[in-house]
């Protein structure tokens, strides 16, 4: 069955000294191929899917606690760490100093 609803995991990240401040600006991290932009084309690649892509699917319906892995990514992504962004469709953050 298809569920009328989805839920999403969104990897953000702020530069404002004060993430809790109101006027914080959070920018998203796109993925190649995850579900997000609704003005975006859908990402084709049958039979095959990007694998964390997929993960984050799966992740969607689990706390964090059960998906642990995202953690360690949001640490990688804090870091900047090339490997990890090479995963990513786009880094908010490219060229100026980690969020």
């Known amino acids: 069955s298809i569920t ?14 004060d993430p809790n401040d109101p006027t914080a600006v959070w920018e998203e991290y796109d993925f190649k191929c995850k579900p997000g932009d609704l003005r975006r084309r859908p990402c084709f690649i049958t039979p095959y899917h990007y694998r964390l892509d997929w993960l984050m699917w ?16 949001a640490g990688k ?4 760490e090339e490997e990890t962004l090479s995963l990513m ?11």
């Open 89 to 99: 469709a786009t880094n908010p953050f490219e060229g100026r100093a980690p969020p």
């Open 4 to 17: 009328k609803e989805r839920t999403e995991v969104v990897l953000q990240g702020t530069s404002s000294l």
């Open 58 to 73: 799966f992740a969607a319906f689990q706390t964090y606690e059960q998906n642990e892995w995202i953690i360690h990514l």
């Open 77 to 80: 992504l804090l870091a900047q």
